[in-house]
C-alpha cells in the first residue's frame, strides 16, 4: 500500500466535491477542475473527506498510481481553496516584463520581445516591471488554481532565458539558488 494513498483528503468549507463514474469535478471559491481517475483506482467521497483506494496492492503500477491518484486531487482541493503560486525574478541590465492583453511580454536581451499567451486560470502580477542594474530584479508572480498548468507555463517562461552562471543574468524562480562561475582569469608574466 502506498503510504501517501492511504490518508484521506480532508474536505475545506466551501468546497464541493462531485464524483460520476471516474470523473471527480472539485470546485471552490478560485475556480474549478475536473479529473479523470484510472479504472483501477477507486476514489469515494464520503461527509467531508475523500479516500483513494487501491484494489491491487502487490502491483508497483497500481502502487504508484494510488500515491499519484491522491496527491492529484489533494492539490486540486488546495488550489481551488487557496490556489497556488510562483513568485519569478528577471536578472540583466536593461530587461523588463509586462503584460499586454492576455499576454506575458518579456525584453531579455533579444532584438524582439518575447510574447507569451498566458494560459486560462493563469493570472501574471508584476511587482517590478524593470530591472535596475544587475542588483534589483524585475519580479512577477504568477497565480492560478491548477497546480500543473501554473508549474508548466512557468517552466516554459523560464526557459524562454534560463540563468547563465557567469553574470547569472536570465529568468529564474525566486527561491533558485544559480551556482556561479569564475570568469577565464588574465595570464600573468610575460610571453617568451
Known sequence: MSRIGKKPIVIPKGVKIEQSGRKVKIGGPLGSLEMTCHPDIKVSVQGD???????????????????????????????????????????????SVKEQGKKLVLNVGYCDPIEMP?????????????????????????????????????????????????LGKGIRYADEVVRRKEGKALATGGAA
Open 49 to 95: 473527506s475523500v479516500t483513494v483506494e487501491n484494489p491491487r496492492p502487490e502491483s508497483r503500477q497500481h502502487k504508484a498510481l494510488h500515491g499519484t491518484t491522491r496527491a492529484l486531487i489533494s492539490n486540486m482541493v488546495t488550489g481551488v481553496h487557496k490556489g497556488f503560486e510562483k513568485k519569478m525574478e528577471v536578472y540583466g541590465t536593461g530587461w
Open 118 to 166: 498566458i494560459p486560462a486560470g493563469v493570472k501574471v502580477t508584476i511587482e517590478v516591471p524593470a530591472t535596475k542594474g544587475n542588483d534589483t530584479p524585475a519580479k512577477f508572480t504568477l497565480t492560478g488554481a491548477d497546480r500543473i498548468v501554473l508549474g508548466q507555463f512557468a517552466a516554459v517562461v523560464r526557459k524562454v532565458r534560463p540563468p547563465e552562471p557567469y
